[in-house]
């Protein structure tokens, strides 16, 4: 089998848009307007916290982009599941798209959370075990962009790729409960049931102050569906064209 | 007609623990690895009496991890290089068996260096580490590092890397399980409270689990040629 017969036809009738299908031209407007309503909800809608002032602000930001790193995450996962079961190349592109987005916005919510600790943690870093278990994660997924710049034969990188990918996720799904099942992390958890006591510092009440649950409310599907899927979107077609230029070099090689 | 699975599994161990027996080249270059970390350790951290007691137990993992690490890699790339890992392809047995085989075998060589370095630690660093609780806490660390080792290295022996892959793939995702031993093994051997530090081989163990479960879901997409 050659390159060739894989690679993935560009429809005509996507000329008149520069080549995006409609559906992705108008996220390309919406998101962007969306995250600026979602800043506008939470530095000017949203009540100042009576506790910790303007800082806990970040928080608009800060659990969302979590949110959607692991549905880009998530993404990968269902792209290495399905390649594994198809073998389409379609579902590994989808992995790709995932776990680079997925960095992305997990750095977005590391960065701000350490931008809001250093105020209410007086510190930047610490050892606990949500901080903790979320640094391996980035790096779990640092290790699988190696992993896949480590193999030739594209079919094998296809194949390890998911394999990993889907043994990574066990990084992302103890960062998320592992606030829930250790008492001792000083991480606070804000929406849902916990067993914390008092060791967590610098939760709030989203009832307490008006505007919180909007501000919430909004930003919450902006950077946990819109931003990670608009990203993955291009960055699929980014892999499409490069499989596709890859494909006709070989074809005016041989 | 296929070979029972429970067979299968343990005549690749012992082709391995035979092999092993016969050339002696893993568990010698292991012990021999583990042996000048921990040496290099204790003149590296120049430490005194307080200090060990905190340290000792990050040096001992560090150096289990890493001997694990030399000896999957040797114990994988010599199924490859050799052709067995094709004639146990073709045989009619059972292909998470092979798994299991390996995973057994990469276990009994790890928690035999680890063994050794408990006594020779003890003298070394002048404190008691043969302890029921620290044997059970070495046996648990190492197999979750054996589950998922196995996996990776069959993964990263078949690349153009090789060798230096491993570490990278494999430190990340094991560090669950080290994390877990550390803590564990530092409360074990200041003497803290059982109450207080029971909670981490209980996470070990379940980590073990998860780990263990996804391996063997995952093992069969690592080796089809």
């Known amino acids: 089998m050659t390159a060739v017969q894989d690679t993935p036809a560009l429809p005509t009738q996507q000329a008149e848009t520069g080549g995006r299908p409609r559906l992705l031209v108008a996220l390309t407007i919406i998101t962007p307007l969306a995250v600026l309503v979602g800043l506008y909800m939470a530095l000017f809608n949203a009540r100042t916290d009576i506790d910790q002032g303007d800082v806990q602000r970040i928080f608009y930001i800060h659990m969302p982009a979590f949110i959607g790193a692991f549905v880009a995450l998530g993404g990968t996962v269902i792209g290495g599941i399905q390649y594994l079961r198809t073998r389409q190349v379609k579902w590994d592109t989808l992995a790709l798209a995932g776990v680079e987005v997925g960095i992305a916005l997990a750095l977005v919510n590391l960065i701000t959370g350490m931008v809001w600790a250093r105020p209410i943690w007086n510190t930047w870093w610490t050892w606990d075990p949500r901080l903790t278990s979320e640094a391996i994660m980035v790096l779990t997924y640092a290790a699988y962009i190696m992993l896949r710049q480590g193999i030739e034969n594209p079919e094998q990188r296809r194949r390890f790729a998911a394999v990993y990918g889907i043994l990574a996720f066990i990084t992302v799904i103890i960062t998320l409960v592992i606030t829930r099942i250790r008492p001792d992390t000083i991480h606070p958890v804000v929406i849902g049931p916990s067993v914390q006591t008092d060791m967590a510092q610098g939760a709030f009440e989203v009832a307490a102050t008006s505007g919180v649950r909007a501000a919430l409310m909004v930003n919450m599907p902006v950077w946990a569906i819109l931003v990670p899927i608009t990203l993955m979107w291009y960055r699929i077609r980014l892999e499409n064209f490069n499989q596709r230029i890859q494909a006709l070099k070989m074809k005016v090689l041989s | ?225």
């Open chain 2, 1 to 225: 007609m296929k070979t029972p699975f429970l067979k299968a599994v343990l005549s690749i161990v012992r082709k391995d623990i035979q092999i092993e027996l016969r050339s002696r080249e893993l568990v010698s270059s292991m012990g021999l690895f583990a042996l000048l970390s921990i040496l290099i350790f204790s003149f590296a951290l120049e430490l005194d009496r307080s200090a060990r007691q905190e340290a000792i137990s990050g040096v001992l993992w560090v150096t289990v991890v890493f001997a694990s690490i030399l000896g999957l890699n040797r114990s994988l790339a010599m199924e490859r290089d050799q052709g067995n890992l094709d004639a146990m392809l073709l045989a009619p047995i059972d292909r998470v068996a092979i798994f299991f085989g390996k995973l057994a075998g990469n276990l009994v060589f790890a928690l035999v260096v680890g063994l050794l370095l408990l006594p020779i630690m003890t003298i070394l660093y002048n404190q008691n580490l043969l302890q029921p609780w620290l044997l059970l806490v070495l046996l648990l660390g190492t197999f979750g590092f054996a589950t998922v080792g196995t996996l990776l290295a069959m993964m990263t022996v078949q690349t153009r890397a090789r060798e230096s892959l491993l570490p990278i793939v494999m430190m990340p995702v094991a560090l669950p399980v080290l994390l877990a031993a550390v803590r564990a093994s530092t409360n074990i051997l200041t003497e803290t409270p059982i109450a207080d530090w029971i909670a981490w081989p209980q996470i070990l163990v379940v980590v073990d689990i998860i780990y263990l479960v996804a391996c063997y879901l995952l093992f069969e997409y690592v080796i089809e040629e």
